[in-house]
């Protein structure tokens, strides 16, 4: 049982290039969910999605995109990537539904992305 | 919104000893519930125990427990005979009820070393 699956581990990208961060899950979860871990402020909320199709927008969207493409899968997109967007990504999922908070949400190994 | 504090940047414990991590929240719902996470230098992201907030009594896991108390928005863990193993990142985390399809709000994280 893999759980949730992340790639790339490690990317170093150049100011304005783009690339695509790639998740998935086997545990049959609605929701989805991409995190940006920076020192001092924990794990910050990008965007996430509630159930296949649906998406939304978090505490710090700009700047990325994202797409739902099915119920296993969740990608992150940085269309224009800049030294700001430099951080540990994480995808973690739940089998959390509309106004349901307890369920503990899995993670990914994270990403590591540096922008130069 | 919600609002999740841990004021301790950073904790040490001997081996075998004690140790109480802090945290502090905020929100307006009613439903919710609160976990510990721990990151340990593989950056996984494991969940340490989870509090649903309509319960009186606190939640314990082995060497783990929570010293919940919710007049006070206090979410305090602690970890008893502390083992080398317990070295990590501990994130304080909240869910809440609403909309928030499982959404977590994270504290900016303790650092706990345990001396040999």
């Known amino acids: 049982n893999a759980g949730v699956t992340q790639t790339p581990k490690f990317q170093v990208l150049k100011t304005g290039q783009s690339m695509t961060l790639q998740c998935a899950q086997d545990?049959?979860?609605?929701?989805m969910y991409w995190y940006r871990q920076d020192p001092g402020m924990g794990l910050r909320l990008i965007y996430y999605?509630?159930?296949?199709?649906?998406?939304d927008k978090g505490e710090v969207p700009n700047g990325y995109n994202v797409s739902r493409l099915n119920k296993r899968e969740f990608s992150l997109r940085l269309e224009s990537a800049a030294p700001s967007q430099t951080s540990v990504y994480f995808c973690?999922?739940?089998?959390?539904?509309?106004?349901?908070?307890?369920?503990?949400?899995?993670f990914g190994p994270g990403t590591r992305l540096t922008v130069t | 919104a919600q609002t999740v504090t841990q004021s301790q940047p950073e904790m040490s414990v001997q081996e075998a000893e004690t140790v109480t991590l802090s945290c502090t929240y905020d929100t307006s719902e009613s439903d919710y519930y609160l976990f510990w996470y721990k990151q340990p230098p593989s950056r996984q992201m494991i969940l340490v125990i989870r509090?649903?907030?309509?319960?009186?009594q606190n939640a314990t896991e082995n060497r783990f427990s929570v010293n919940f108390q919710k007049a006070a928005k206090s979410f305090s863990l602690k970890i008893s005979d502390s083992q080398l193993g317990d070295a990590a990142m501990y994130f304080c985390?909240?869910?809440?009820?609403?909309?928030?399809?499982?959404?977590?709000?994270f504290g900016q994280g303790t650092i706990l070393t345990v001396h040999p």
């Open positions: 545990m049959n979860h609605n929701s």
């Open positions: 985390a909240l869910g809440a009820g609403g909309t928030s399809y499982g959404k977590l709000t």
């Open positions: 509090q649903e907030a309509y319960k009186q």
């Open positions: 999605s509630a159930s296949e199709g649906t998406t």
């Open positions: 973690a999922s739940s089998e959390a539904q509309g106004g349901t908070g307890h369920y503990e949400q899995y």
